[in-house]
């Protein structure tokens, strides 16, 4: 039963620090996403747990075996590459059966199991035609039964869906999910987009510069974030400058152009973060001008000035605004996360590169 | 209005190119191939020579082949690991091997062919006599860097990612080469093998340095060519020269049906054997790095041990000097202007004539260059102009394919959106080449125009085929290692070696 535990993984191109420091552990069956901007790490960290790339240091278990030094074709795992790498001089059902033909498995046998992962991801037809004749949906699916093939119950995806059209890309997502879920297997998916890593995963690993910032459910990620990048990066959000100071028995934080009172807090500079779906506009609360009204078809999208700052809000379409109307919005306290003002600015705190 | 402009254009454009075309056909490919109909050695006439095949001719081809297929065979296995170590290593080593590799490149034929036969004679080692295996022992050492030149290139064009894939599939290294690597660049070898093959067939000065004096009568075929020529047999000249021509134009056909057709069977894996290789690679890497510099690299600089500090024969080194560097000036410059118009006509795929002229231009390069320079020289006597006119045409012959070929890779290589885009931001079609075209394809131009200049420098075969009054450089240490003046010879060689650095460098500068 795969079992990954990443120890203290460091690696380094030249004075570039990859990735510092890694430590992660993956359960056996769990569908783990590695989320980040590109040059966060995640791709390297994703190959060095699959043997492509050594570590600088630290160590990498499967099933508590050291598989630190061991090369990529005896840690026995599956691997969708970025651009599938299909190989082109082999037809679909050849570059299928690649893998157990080079590790000598009874032919009969596996040419059976090729011709089953074939009809699975339906490609049967196709089984001898080249992957240039294949569209990108297809090639896709090829890679995926190709890495399919080894019988590994670990499959490692390096950004799988990002060189389709979004509309195909979002489509396959949901059918790869299913289908790593019905055959049981330990996955771990590499991506830059945080929609599809909210609709594959069971569990997220945020990265950025080289560490991990959260790991934890989608929900949990979304809804709790561990710092302001996070609550950025997945989703959007509004962060507006807040200040808490001591009123009596509570305290008052001044935030937008007004005042709310709150249970005591530790007074000082704050971010406060309210996902744009928590903000409602209506006829009390914070006073502010109409700048930008959208329909986006199941929902509407308004943004609305208050003094320097724009504040967001997503709503089930219905109501419309006209620019400059004057509107109010408002919101729950336990819907405001705050964050400490960070002491290298907002701005350097959410940036993504 | 602008319907009219586009016509005209478009016939500028046809004026153009059917130059570029006239000048390969009527200066280049026609003159090789008039060989062919100069049956009648008495007049001028065009008639179909007779061609027959004495016990002699036949022993000397077969020299010829077996050594050539031998050296393509060395080359490959020892030329491989180093060829596979500068595509894909990383680290700085990478650079200085390049830079090895490179070096006897420079050393024009003639003067290495007489350096190896030194390192491994009598003078030297003491290890190989003359005849057959010491003139296995100088082709190895010019055609290594062609091999692993070439090879390097083919393996660099495959994606890494294929290996892996592959290696993630469960295949050990070997593995991986040989059903996913292997099959993917096997064009690439095959046409490498093919360069390294006609390369040894046909180079005269080097095998010259190698036959031993008594052995020299049944040597290889160009060097049995020149033989027949010297000694005024015409037809059994003409008659070998076809044939080497027609077997190389067929060798080449063959080559480029396979290079796409081949399949390289990967149905058998052995996975167990395969992988217990593994540990053998740091010993064939050594023994391929060991056959490199004792092979190859040592035994081409080994002349310098013997230069002459005062050699008696100073003047005709000067007067050759300037000879070889006037003709291959002279043959590099036309060859710029007319080849490059080539190079874009077969990149491009002008009037669909590109994969015509790709393959006529493989055929010159192919064809042994004593037949060529032959046949050249016939066809231009005919005129009655000077001998050094005729020596320059038969030099802009043979050294035409090498300004073409790299060239027009590049162009081929070139994304014509960017071609598109700057036409869109308002640049006619020569302010696009001028700004856009030329700069891009200018190091391929560069290398193109060193590899014609230094083939033109090192042409023994051709030269001492077409002219008797003119010494080249090469064809003056081919006389002085005949009247036993090694000091003299390796004089020269060194002095053409300087000379041809400082060339290059300049060249590569700008």
New interface residues.
């Given amino acids: 039963m795969p079992n990954i535990r990443v120890v203290n993984v460091s690696k380094f191109f030249g004075n570039i620090k990859a990735i510092e420091n890694i430590n992660l552990e993956i359960r056996d069956g769990e569908y783990v996403v590695l989320l980040g901007p590109s040059g966060c790490g995640k791709t390297t960290l994703l190959k060095i747990i ?3 790339w050594e570590p600088t240091g630290g160590k990498v278990y499967i099933d508590d075996n050291d598989v630190t030094n061991l ?3 005896e ?5 969708v ?1 970025q ?1 599938y ?1 299909l ?3 082999l037809n679909v059902f050849d570059n299928t059966i ?2 157990p ?4 498995k009874d032919a009969e046998e596996s040419r059976r199991n090729a011709r089953e992962i074939l009809h699975l991801v339906r490609l049967a037809a196709r089984h001898d035609a080249y992957p240039s004749e294949l569209s990108g949906g297809m090639q896709q699916r090829l890679a995926v039964a ?2 399919l ?2 019988g590994s119950s670990l499959l ?1 995806l390096d950004e799988p869906l990002s060189a389709l059209d979004a509309k195909i890309g979002a489509e396959l997502r949901g059918e790869m999910r299913r289908m790593i879920k019905d055959l049981k297997l330990t996955a771990v998916h590499v991506t830059h987009n945080q929609e599809e890593a909210m609709e594959v995963a069971d569990k997220i690993v945020v990265m950025r510069r080289g560490r991990i910032e959260q790991v934890g459910s989608p929900e949990e990620i979304y809804s709790s974030p561990a710092n302001l990048f996070v609550a950025h990066f997945l989703g959007d959000a509004n962060f507006m400058e807040a200040s808490i100071s001591d009123g009596g028995r509570g305290s008052k934080m001044k935030l937008l152009n007004g005042e709310i009172d709150m249970p005591k807090t530790e007074p000082g500079a704050y971010v406060a973060v309210v996902r744009p779906e928590k903000i409602e506009i209506g006829h009390s609360g914070f006073e502010g001008t109409v700048r930008n009204f959208r329909f986006l078809g199941g929902i509407s999208y308004t943004e609305v000035e208050i003094g320097n700052e724009v504040v967001i809000s997503r709503f089930p379409s219905g109501k419309s605004y006209r620019l400059g109307e004057k509107v109010c919005i408002f919101f729950r306290l336990e819907d405001v996360k705050l964050f400490k003002y960070p002491a290298e600015g907002l701005k350097e705190a959410l940036r993504v590169d | 209005m602008r319907g009219g402009e586009f016509a005209s254009k478009k016939i500028l454009e046809l004026a153009f190119y059917s130059i570029v075309i006239l000048f390969f056909l009527l200066l280049i490919f026609f003159p090789t191939l008039y060989i062919a109909f100069r049956g009648c050695p008495g007049s001028e006439g065009l008639c179909l020579p007779s061609i027959y095949l004495t016990d002699e001719m036949k022993s000397a081809l077969f020299n010829s082949f077996s050594i050539a297929f031998i050296v393509v065979i060395l080359d490959i296995i020892f030329g491989i690991p180093v060829a596979w170590f500068i595509a894909r290593d990383k680290s700085k080593a990478k650079v200085y091997l390049n830079f090895l590799v490179d070096m006897p490149l420079i050393v024009p034929t003639a003067a290495l062919g007489f350096s190896t036969a030194l390192f491994w004679g009598a003078e030297g080692m003491s290890l190989i006599t003359k005849g057959f295996w010491m003139i296995i022992a100088v082709h190895t050492a010019f055609t290594y860097p062609y091999i692993v030149r070439t090879i390097s290139a083919a393996i660099e064009e495959v ?1 890494i ?2 290996e ?10 070997l ?2 080469f040989r ?2 690597t292997l ?2 660049f096997k064009s690439g070898l095959l046409i490498a093998g093919l360069l390294a093959f006609t390369r040894s067939l046909s180079e005269t000065g080097a095998t010259m340095m190698a036959v031993g004096a008594g052995r020299f009568f049944t040597a290889t075929a160009p060097v049995q060519t020149l033989i027949y020529k010297n000694n005024g047999d015409i037809s059994s000249a003409i008659s070998l020269s076809v044939i080497l021509i027609a077997t190389s134009t067929l060798l080449l056909t063959i080559i480029r049906y396979l290079a796409y057709r081949l399949k390289v069977p ?2 058998k ?4 054997i395969e992988k217990s290789t593994g540990s053998l690679t740091l010993y064939k890497n050594i023994i391929a790095f060991l056959f490199f510099a004792a092979a190859v690299l040592i035994p081409s600089f080994y002349f310098l041990k013997f230069t002459s500090s005062n050699p008696s024969n100073l003047a005709d080194i000067i007067k050759s000097i300037v000879i070889s560097f006037s003709i291959a000036l002279i043959a590099t410059f036309l060859n710029l202007i007319f080849g490059v118009g080539m190079a874009i006509l077969i990149g491009r795929n002008k009037y669909g004539a590109g994969p015509l002229f790709d393959f006529l231009t493989d055929a010159v390069m192919v064809m042994p260059t004593v037949a060529l320079g032959l046949s050249l020289a016939m066809f231009w006597k005919v005129f009655q102009i000077s001998e050094f006119i005729v020596l320059a045409m038969v030099h802009i012959g043979i050294s035409y394919p090498y300004i073409v070929k790299p060239v027009a890779a590049s162009i081929k290589a070139l994304d014509t959106n960017i071609e598109d885009a700057a036409r869109v931001l308002g640049a006619k079609p020569l302010v696009v080449f001028r700004t856009i075209t030329l700069p891009l394809i200018t190091p391929s131009i560069m290398a193109g125009a060193i590899m014609a200049f230094m083939r033109s420098l090192s042409e023994t075969g051709a030269t001492l085929a077409a002219s008797k009054t003119f010494k080249t450089i090469p064809v003056l240490i081919v006389d002085l290692v005949n009247i036993n003046k090694y000091g003299d010879a390796a004089f020269a060689s060194a002095v053409l070696l300087v000379v041809s650095f400082f060339a290059i460098f300049l060249l590569r500068r700008k």
Wanted: aromatic share 14%.
């Fill in positions: 699959a043997g492509i090369p990529p074709e840690r026995n795992i599956g691997f590459f651009n790498a190989f082109p001089h690649y893998g033909v080079v590790r000598g190709r890495a093939t080894t490692f | 994606d990612n294929y892996i894939a592959s290696r993630t599939l469960g295949a050990s290294p593995t991986a059903t996913i099959p993917l990967i149905g894996v052995y996975p167990s």
